[in-house]
Structures are given as structure tokens and as C-alpha cells.
């Protein structure tokens, strides 16, 4: 396991120590902040880093929110600079590239994808400094045989997820095993999925969250309320929908529960589980910036990781967890592998099985104090971005003095 007790090098050049391009599995603006945006903005301290949109290994579909996509990506792909999004801060120095590709990732598709992300990467190609490529996606197009260090961050078990090509996401991590010189995994699942496709160097990094900005916004006992609180992507794949209706009926005359994210991100559309849920009681909040969302985390009494157990979601690791935990939260959650590790070594964590979900929702509305308020903050405070950002920082660096 890396650590963060080795000091940083010494920069290179203008203060970077390297220019890093990261190929995202999601775009800069997209509405929740995952993994990838906060290790973009983590190594922005210390290297330049290109920050690449997803190259698209969900197939797209006629359907609106996919059109509006496609368009907002062929906008920013012809804008250049101009278009880049403005709705999630840019760290200084970083750029933000929008490659206009097939969304097909298959042989035939392979020579125009690979000149046109080439071309999209030109700077980086030709940079001075060493080059890292840290990838999401198993799907490099061969810009790993371009590198000094490669590093392959997996936070989900991808070729599970409806839609993406799992051919093209086997093939490409197949090829990355022999070029990677170490892999990231978010969870025991994805670990464990890696070491069976035989990347040899795994380092064992469970998701955190930006655990300050919620601990800021947390309120005392006596200014919060019983309200039940899902924060995430509303999707059918992810979300056991049968439990949430259970919840939302147990909660009637009780308290509330609250909904915050967008809508079928990839997943199918939400809009008639959601309106069965509005009539049982639930309130759907929109998609709220990290601060807001705070704020309301702040003032509820208990978190849900109210996940469907599918071939995906063993694999996930929620970062949600410690923002719950972050805001003073009980956190209540399905039976994912992570999750259940967590709980182990933490009391606020429960994990319930989905006859008993409902009740235990109820139980855990009961009034506590302040101390198990700050306890439940205190649990979360060493699974920030700031502390992880410097593993990070500390890893890339001495994969850099490796390479040298």
C-alpha cells in the first residue's frame, strides 16, 4: 500500500513534475463529481494534466439525453478552448479535451479513432516533460506505448455496466495488463478482477470523498430533522427500487426521504420510478452542487446506500459513504462487499438486508446526541481528498524516480 510519509520530489521545469493525460470514463461537467475529477484536480498541484472526456463506451442510443450529449461534445470538440465547461472549476494549468470519436470501439472503427484521439492529444505527445498517462478506461487506443509511467485507475467493474461494449472494455484491459506499471483498484471486487487479468503491480485504494466541504456544513442535533437521504445517480440499474418504495412508505407520518442527482445517467430512464416514489412520500431534490448538497446533508439524520446487488455494484466502491458520514450521518446501506468491509470496523455503518431495510430506517431516525453526531464525523476524517490526494501525489512521483 502506498503512503504519503515520502516527501514529493522536486518539480521539473515550470513546477510540474510531469504532464499527466487522464482518459475519463465520464465529461469534466458531468453533474456528479466521481473519482476522476477529484485525482485530476489532486495532481494538478504538482503536474500538468490534460484531462480527456470519455471516449464513449456506452453506445449511444436515439434517445434525448444521448442526442443533447453527442451535440454538447461536437460543440466543444469544434469550439476548442472556448467551449470547454465552466460548471465544475478547472485546476489551474489544467486543460480539458473534448475528442470528437466513433463511440464504436471495434477493429473497424480503430484507425479513425486512433488518429483522431492522436490528434486530439497532439500537445501531450510532443511534450517535453515525462509523460504519464493515468486512465479510467481500458480503452487507450495504444497511447500507453507513448508513456514513462501508465497507470490504470479501475473504480468500477465497467464491462458490467448496461450498454458498454464489454468486448472492447476485455480487449483493452487485456492489452493494458502488459503496459501498466501499476493499477488502481477501488474495492476488494475490482482487485481481484484485475489480478485475474493479470496485471501484475494492484494497489488497493477504496474511494473517498471530499469529506471537508460536507463536516463544514454539518448542523447540531438540535437544528436537524428525520429526514432519509439518497445522494447519487437515479438509475434503475443501481437502485433496488422496491427497497426505496419500502422506505419511502415506513417513513409516512415519520419523516422524509430525500432524493439528489440527475436522472437516467446511463443507466435507463428514472421518470416513472420517480413519480411512483413522489407519490409515496419521497422528494426529488435535482442535482445539487457539493456545497448544497452539503448543506441539506447536514440537517437529515440518516444516509442510504439503497443499491441493487448486481454483477456492477459489487464492484462499486460509494464514495457517498464518508460524505454521510462527513455531515454527522447514519449510514444504512444494501449488502455491497465495500460496504460491508467498512462496517466491520465502523458502528455507524449498518448493513441491512432488504426485509429488514425499511425497519432499520426507522430505528436509526431515533434522536442521538452531539457526541455520536461528532463521533460519525470523526470516522470519516482521514477519508478525505486532501490525505489521498498526497498518496496519489507520493505514488506518481516515485513511479517517476522508477522510470529514471
Known amino acids: 500500500m502506498v503512503t504519503a510519509s515520502v516527501p514529493e520530489q522536486s518539480r521539473l521545469g515550470d513546477g510540474s513534475v510531469a504532464d499527466v493525460l487522464m482518459l475519463g470514463t465520464a465529461e469534466w461537467d458531468s453533474p456528479i463529481a466521481t473519482n476522476q475529477h477529484y485525482v485530476a484536480r489532486e495532481l494538478a498541484h504538482t503536474t500538468r494534466v490534460t484531462f480527456v472526456e470519455s471516449l464513449g463506451l456506452r453506445r449511444p442510443r436515439l434517445r434525448r439525453d444521448d442526442v443533447v450529449r453527442m451535440a ?150 438540535a437544528e436537524r430533522r428525520p429526514a432519509v437521504l439518497f445522494s447519487g445517480n437515479l438509475t434503475v440499474h443501481k437502485l433496488d427500487l422496491r427497497l426505496l418504495e419500502s422506505v419511502a412508505t415506513a417513513l409516512r407520518g415519520r419523516g422524509e426521504l430525500l432524493l439528489a442527482g440527475p436522472l437516467a445517467a446511463g443507466g435507463g430512464s428514472f421518470d416513472v420510478e420517480l413519480r411512483r416514489l413522489e407519490e409515496l412520500g419521497a422528494r426529488h431534490l435535482g442535482v445539487l452542487t457539493p456545497a448544497r448538497l452539503a448543506e441539506i446533508a447536514g440537517t437529515c439524520a440518516v444516509g442510504l446506500i439503497p443499491y441493487a446487488i448486481n454483477d456492477y455494484t459489487r464492484g462499486v466502491s460509494p464514495l457517498k459513504c464518508f460524505e454521510y458520514l462527513s455531515s454527522g450521518l447514519a449510514v444504512l446501506s444494501t449488502g455491497l462487499p465495500s460496504v460491508r468491509e467498512l462496517a466491520e470496523t465502523n458502528s455507524h455503518v449498518t448493513v441491512a438486508e432488504a426485509d429488514d431495510f425499511a425497519a432499520r430506517v426507522v430505528e436509526l431516525l431515533d434522536p442521538v446526541s452531539d457526541t455520536v453526531v461528532a463521533d460519525r464525523m470523526a470516522s470519516a476524517a482521514e477519508q478525505g481528498w486532501e490525505g489521498r490526494g498526497a498518496v496519489l501525489r507520493t505514488l506518481l512521483e516515485n513511479e517517476l524516480g522508477r522510470g529514471r
Open 72 to 221: 454538447s461534445r461536437a460543440r466543444r470538440a469544434f469550439g476548442g478552448e472556448h467551449a470547454a465547461p465552466a460548471h465544475r472549476p478547472r485546476p489551474p494549468g489544467a486543460q480539458i479535451v473534448s475528442p470528437l470519436v466513433l463511440p464504436v470501439h471495434r477493429a473497424p472503427t480503430f484507425p479513425v479513432n486512433r488518429a483522431l484521439l492522436r490528434r486530439a492529444t497532439s500537445d501531450w505527445l510532443a511534450g517535453p516533460r515525462p509523460r504519464v498517462l493515468w486512465t479510467f478506461t481500458p480503452v487507450t487506443y495504444g497511447l500507453e506505448a507513448s508513456a514513462d509511467v501508465v497507470i490504470y485507475h479501475c473504480v468500477d467493474l465497467l464491462a458490467t455496466f448496461p450498454g458498454v461494449d464489454a468486448v472492447a472494455v476485455g480487449r483493452g484491459e487485456a492489452s493494458l495488463s502488459s503496459r501498466t506499471t501499476v493499477a488502481i483498484a477501488t474495492s476488494t471486487a475490482v482487485r481481484e478482477h484485475l489480478a485475474a487479468v493479470g496485471f501484475p503491480r494492484i494497489e488497493l485504494l477504496p474511494n473517498v470523498a471530499d469529506v471537508s466541504v460536507f463536516t463544514a456544513a454539518s448542523r447540531p442535533v
